[in-house]
């Protein structure tokens, strides 16, 4: 697309995540000499997004196009895609949305791929963490990040980290701190399935607007700036910064326990370790708060990571079932 108001056409294709995986393992045997002409697979880009309003209803938004035929979206996927689009407007873009690659009117196709979200986000080339569109104070934080990125992965004090920041932006910390405590308050940080689809990933990029920069980077420097906000009132000011706070040590825990690669910052984040944090009740209470578009994903996005107890049976997805009855189960 040569501008970012140019019409979206997609095109559907079929694939499977282990065709797809990085992490699948080597064949055992040689590939044949079919299968050694074959190109490898592209990957495909997952999206992590907020819906937002389910009305197709707005003035100004015109539908996209799917295999020729008009298909009307949400205002929020909308802005996504057209801002996914932008980051490489001459090439094809291989992507994963639940709401157009899930037949949402039907039962039995949501209970099947909603069994498998993790799967499908564990084998995206990377999962783009969308934020929503930019502002001038989170372009000027998410560039500073994305300049100092090496500076601040490397950082071996807090202090050193926040210098960096400081230097790249041309910004006071004060500035620096308020713009990070914006942009953790966006809807985005409070749905429920960004919890698995961040924790499973293999390479989440935070993108707001058309800036992208790194998820390791991004956490440490929001948790840096925001470390000593103190509020009156219990500490509710920092309920933002908790939120990412968890969802950092809860991928290092996912990863530790797969003998995953799992990079630690060299500074203290004092964020007590990645050990006892996916346990079912302690990530129903982590996560409480949250919301979701159906009730019953507040279970089912949770189950499909956490450690259950022994005795458990595995939690089906079903969502023909009643929402008591779920929570009963």
């Known amino acids: 697309?040569?501008?970012?108001?140019?019409?979206?056409?997609?095109?559907?294709?079929?694939?499977?995540?282990?065709?797809?995986?990085?992490?699948?393992?080597?064949?055992?045997?040689?590939?044949?000499?079919?299968?050694?002409?074959?190109?490898?697979?592209?990957?495909?880009?997952?999206?992590?997004?907020?819906?937002g309003t389910t009305s197709h209803s707005h003035p100004n938004l015109?539908?996209?196009?799917?295999?020729?035929?008009?298909?009307?979206?949400?205002?929020?996927?909308?802005?996504?895609?057209?801002?996914?689009?932008?980051a490489s407007p001459r090439k094809e873009l291989r992507l994963w949305a639940d709401s157009l690659c899930i037949d949402q009117s039907s039962?039995?196709?949501?209970?099947?791929?909603?069994?498998?979200?993790?799967?499908?986000?564990?084998a995206a080339r990377e999962t783009v963490i969308f934020l929503g569109e930019a502002t001038p104070g989170s372009d000027a934080l998410l560039n500073a990040i994305q300049e100092a990125g090496s500076e601040i992965e490397g950082a071996t004090t807090r202090n050193a980290l926040l210098k960096s920041l400081e230097r790249v932006s041309g910004m006071r910390k004060h500035e620096l701190v308020h713009e990070a405590e914006r942009?953790?308050?966006?809807?985005?940080?409070?749905?429920?399935?960004?919890?698995?689809?961040?924790?499973?990933?293999?390479?989440?990029?935070?993108?707001?607007?058309?800036?992208?920069?790194?998820?390791?980077?991004?956490?440490?420097?929001?948790?840096?700036?925001?470390?000593?906000?103190?509020?009156?009132?219990?500490?509710?000011?920092?309920?933002?910064?908790e939120r990412l706070d968890a969802i950092y040590w809860e991928r290092k825990a996912w990863r530790k326990k797969r003998g995953l690669s799992n990079k630690k910052s060299r500074w203290d984040m004092w964020g007590g370790g990645e050990d006892d944090r996916m346990g079912l009740l302690d990530l129903l209470i982590t996560k409480r708060g949250s919301e979701a578009t159906d009730p019953r994903d507040m279970v089912f996005a949770i189950s499909g990571v956490a450690v259950m107890p022994v005795a458990s049976k595995?939690?089906?997805i079903t969502y023909e079932e009643a929402l008591a009855r779920v929570y009963m189960e």
């Open 62 to 86: 015109k539908p996209i196009t799917i295999d020729g035929r008009p298909f009307h979206i949400t205002p929020n996927l909308h802005t996504a895609l057209t801002h996914l689009r932008s």
């Open 107 to 122: 039962f039995s196709e949501r209970n099947l791929h909603v069994s498998h979200m993790r799967e499908i986000y564990s």
């Open 314 to 316: 595995e939690l089906r």
């Open 183 to 241: 942009i953790l308050w966006r809807v985005y940080w409070k749905r429920i399935w960004i919890f698995q689809e961040i924790v499973v990933s293999e390479n989440p990029i935070v993108q707001c607007g058309a800036v992208r920069v790194r998820w390791e980077s991004f956490c440490q420097a929001v948790i840096a700036l925001l470390m000593e906000i103190k509020v009156f009132g219990g500490g509710y000011g920092n309920a933002a910064r």
């Open 1 to 51: 697309a040569p501008f970012l108001s140019s019409p979206i056409n997609c095109h559907l294709i079929e694939t499977s995540w282990l065709a797809e995986s990085p992490l699948t393992p080597p064949l055992s045997k040689p590939p044949s000499k079919s299968q050694s002409q074959s190109p490898a697979p592209k990957g495909y880009t997952a999206l992590s997004y907020t819906w």
